[in-house]
């Protein structure tokens, strides 16, 4: 274990090829000591993967009670915790192989035996508690996340699952006790954003009765969609969790946001200091960011 707080250093187990981009890593081994579920069927956590040109991740030192990485810092990309078994604990991740990238080259090279430093893990799904019914929206980077929550919902409970993928090849598949209504779609395009879950869920008719909205997705389309539920439909924050996972050329995106950084980063501040509604405050940000086109 690396910080006993928050990182742990796991043992590869096994690499498996579910699909056409779907490989599954299992983790444990004694590093993984003490880790802990968050109790969120979404839950996610960090791999800290080596900088740019290196091979390996010098432990971080603690500032404060928290973890800080010499530069050059490592390169943190989050994943969802599939199924935890607490016995070990021992941890499946499912990892879409795309183009480029420090985790998706890491695990199309990793073998049984190797090591990885990974974050505890923390969630958002949460249905509330007068909800009759919820919506499970994924593309690809979402998929381990609404298996997990589609596995978990009891049995009776009314569900309905919107699922992206390249094509029928790139499915995972689901198991569910839930009275679960399916829609796969097929968008050979998703690697360049070119998804269709905005489209595909004004379609949907929803059923009457308070409900519930996760997503995990591509970031445009989960602020499309976040933005159909809140604003056209007028849903309080507390009836969706609704969460961008990645998107095309992040590196240029990464480039264009360093110029409104600074703003953002004031309005959280703000927000968090006046105690504000969270989503009120993201809905301050992205003003700011769309009139930067961003
Ligand atoms: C909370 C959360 C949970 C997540 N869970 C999972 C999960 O369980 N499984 C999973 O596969 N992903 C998951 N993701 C998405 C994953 O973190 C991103 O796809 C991440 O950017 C991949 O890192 P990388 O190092 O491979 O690529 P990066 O170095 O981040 O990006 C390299 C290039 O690839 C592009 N890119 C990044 N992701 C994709 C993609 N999916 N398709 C096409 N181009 C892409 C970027 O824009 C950039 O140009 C999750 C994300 C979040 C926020």
Do not use: C
Not at 168 to 175: G, V
């Amino acid at each position: 274990m690396v910080d006993a707080e928050q990182y742990y250093t796991a043992d590869v187990m096994r690499v498996t090829d579910l699909n056409s981009i779907f490989r599954r890593v299992v983790l444990g081994g004694p590093g993984l000591a003490g880790y802990s579920s968050s109790g969120h069927a979404d839950e996610w956590f960090r791999f800290v993967l080596p900088a740019e040109g290196r091979t390996e991740v010098p432990p971080p030192k603690i500032v404060d009670g928290h973890a800080v990485f010499d530069e050059p810092r490592p390169r943190q990309r989050y994943y969802t915790i599939r199924a935890i078994d607490p016995d070990g604990p021992v941890i499946t991740v499912d990892v879409m192989l795309h183009g480029h990238g420090a985790a998706s080259e890491w695990v199309r090279a990793v073998q049984p035996g190797d090591q990885v430093i990974m974050s505890q893990s923390w969630g958002r799904y949460g249905p509330a508690p007068d909800a009759d019914w919820e919506l499970i929206i994924a593309d690809p980077t979402g998929l381990p996340a609404a298996g997990r929550i589609l596995a978990e919902l009891p049995a009776g409970r009314r569900a309905i699952a919107l699922l992206e993928t390249p094509g029928p090849e790139a499915r995972l598949e689901l198991e569910s006790a839930a009275d679960l209504t399916v829609h796969w779609l097929d968008s050979p395009d998703l690697e360049s954003g070119a998804g269709r879950l905005v489209e595909a869920t004004r379609d949907l008719e929803l059923p009457s009765g308070p409900g519930y909205v996760w997503m995990g997705g591509e970031q445009a389309a989960s602020r499309d969609i976040r933005k159909y539920f809140r604003k056209e439909l007028g849903w309080p924050s507390g009836r969706y969790d609704i969460v961008g996972y990645w998107r095309p050329d992040s590196e240029g995106y990464l480039k264009r946001y360093a110029t409104v950084q600074d703003q953002v980063a004031e309005i959280y501040q703000r927000g968090t200091a006046a105690g504000q509604d969270q989503e009120d405050t993201l809905d301050e940000a992205l003003k700011v960011l769309e009139a930067n086109n961003l």
